[in-house]
């Protein structure tokens, strides 16, 4: 499975934007998706998760109400639309799957694949 990210840019704080991830390959064989993102110096961070069959989602305390994660149209990207962004969303956020079920969908290690980070910056 391959995925290709895209959406990231440079907005400022209040602002919005849509991230986009394009899985392609054996895309029949996952059970979810996800974005994480890591800032400088920090530690790579759970944004939100998204079950393919289900379409259950789960997010980070510090975006929940801000972000959504879903279905693009059509249906086969994972969007996530970030609004009301704040500099401390500032990040390089990358886009994983996975091809196991799991009740760790927060962790990195659950995920198989990775894309190659779009970066987001938020101005103040």
């Keep these: 499975v391959q995925l290709q990210a895209s959406g990231g840019g440079l907005v400022q704080a209040g602002g919005s934007l849509r991230l986009s991830c394009a899985p392609s390959g ?4 996952l059970y979810g998706m996800g974005w994480f993102r890591q800032a400088p110096g ?11 069959t289900t379409s259950t989602t789960w997010y980070a305390d510090s975006v929940k109400g801000r972000f959504t994660i879903s279905r693009g ?5 994972i969007d ?4 009301s962004l704040k500099p401390e969303d500032t990040a390089v956020y990358y886009c994983a799957a996975r ?25 103040s």
């Design 26 to 29: 054996r895309t029949f064989s």
């Design 99 to 123: 091809d196991k079920t799991t009740e760790h969908y927060s962790l990195g290690t659950s995920y198989n694949y990775w894309g190659q980070g779009t970066l987001v910056t938020v101005s």
């Design 80 to 83: 996530l639309q970030m609004n």
């Design 42 to 52: 920090k530690e790579r961070e759970f944004v939100a998760g998204f079950h393919w």
């Design 73 to 77: 149209n059509p249906g086969n990207t």
